[in-house]
């Protein structure tokens, strides 16, 4: 195994055409191995960004970096984390239930930078954030996507995304207050409630992706799609199209795609599972994959999960007061 492994990241940095190669799952079984076949496309970028990443999960050689410590008094239920792409460095985070309609922008190293108020919006149970291709009049500005999906009963007849032209931030004034308005996306699911806490958009597609948070323990979550695009007040019936099959007793908290589009990760309270993507396929494809186990710091209640800008790394969080930003990337 550990010579497969080693095989995998030469060929991945010397940029193979064609390679089949062995990942470690997130198999409780140390013996267990995967294979993942890169395609002339992933190639093209396999030296550097998302590949790279792959690459040393299924190495076993990624390393957790304390970034800093979130201090601000007002995060105390970080629940989502997602990269700017409009503010170089600058990572936006949520509240969980219990908050006010607002997100946050905060540095590297867990310094508040911006509060946003996203006037008109309502915070149930928000379970995550993304950014995504630019829509409508923000075309050239990417969006901010809040995700309340959360329903522990599993009674909601309607589930809401939020979506927000990205706001500026001027890393050199701290703790500003500033006020957003957006568009309000009502979903519902083709076969009754469910809850969720992951929520992903496409940069390839612009699709919305939804997973679903499996109370059964029965080992699988369900995948759902929402088209690219949608309007403003619109009421969308979700196609589902995946089901992802996990460890038996896993509950998955948080998710994000690479910005480049070839990275899956998917997160539980315990686990991070990196998924390589096919390409020229839709995200829920990489669910059919191998998965290769990320590295994660032990979190006192970590939900979030997000990969940097260029992909080349991912930061996670925690629930609670003065949580620790971590952030992962290659040895």
């Known amino acids: ?40 496309s992933d190639t093209a970028v396999a030296a550097t960004g998302s590949a790279a990443l792959l690459a040393a999960a299924c190495a076993g050689s990624l390393t957790v970096a304390d970034g800093g410590t979130v201090t601000a008094p007002d995060i105390t239920e970080a629940s989502g984390i997602a990269a700017s792409r409009r503010n170089p460095g600058v990572w936006w985070v949520h509240n969980d239930s219990g908050d006010t309609a607002r997100f946050f922008a905060v540095s590297a190293t867990g310094e508040l930078l911006a509060t946003e108020v996203l006037d008109g919006a309502t915070a149930v149970d928000w379970e995550d954030i993304a950014v995504g291709p630019p829509v409508g009049e923000g075309a050239g500005v990417q969006s901010v996507y809040l995700a309340d999906i959360g329903d522990n009963s599993r009674t909601h007849t309607e589930s809401h ?30 076969d ?10 496409d940069p390839v597609s612009g699709d919305l992706i939804i997973v679903t948070k499996d109370w059964s323990l029965a080992g699988h979550s369900e995948v759902y799609r929402a088209p690219p695009g949608l309007a403003a007040g619109s009421t969308t019936v979700l196609e589902h199209v995946a089901t992802v099959e996990l460890r038996i007793g896993a509950l998955t908290t948080g998710g994000d795609v690479s910005s480049d589009g070839h990275v899956v990760a998917l997160r539980s309270y315990k686990e991070v599972s990196l998924y390589p993507r096919p390409d020229g396929q839709p995200v829920w494809a990489a669910f059919a994959q191998k998965p290769c186990a990320g590295a994660w710091r032990d979190e006192k209640q970590g939900e979030a999960i997000g990969f940097a800008a260029d992909g080349s790394s991912y930061a996670t969080i925690s629930e609670g ?3 620790g930003l971590h952030l992962v990337g290659p040895s």
């Open 192 to 201: 009754g409630p469910h809850d969720a806490e992951d929520f992903m958009v």
């Open 321 to 323: 007061s003065q949580p």
């Open 161 to 190: 995304i939020y979506r927000v032209v990205e706001p500026a931030v001027d890393a050199t004034s701290r703790a500003t207050t500033g006020h957003v308005t957006g568009d309000t996306l009502t979903f519902t699911y083709p």
């Open 1 to 40: 195994m550990q010579n497969r492994r080693v095989a995998h990241v030469f060929a991945v940095l010397a940029i193979a055409a064609t390679l089949t190669v062995g990942c470690s799952s997130t198999s409780t079984d140390p013996t267990s191995s995967a294979t993942t076949e890169l395609s002339d």
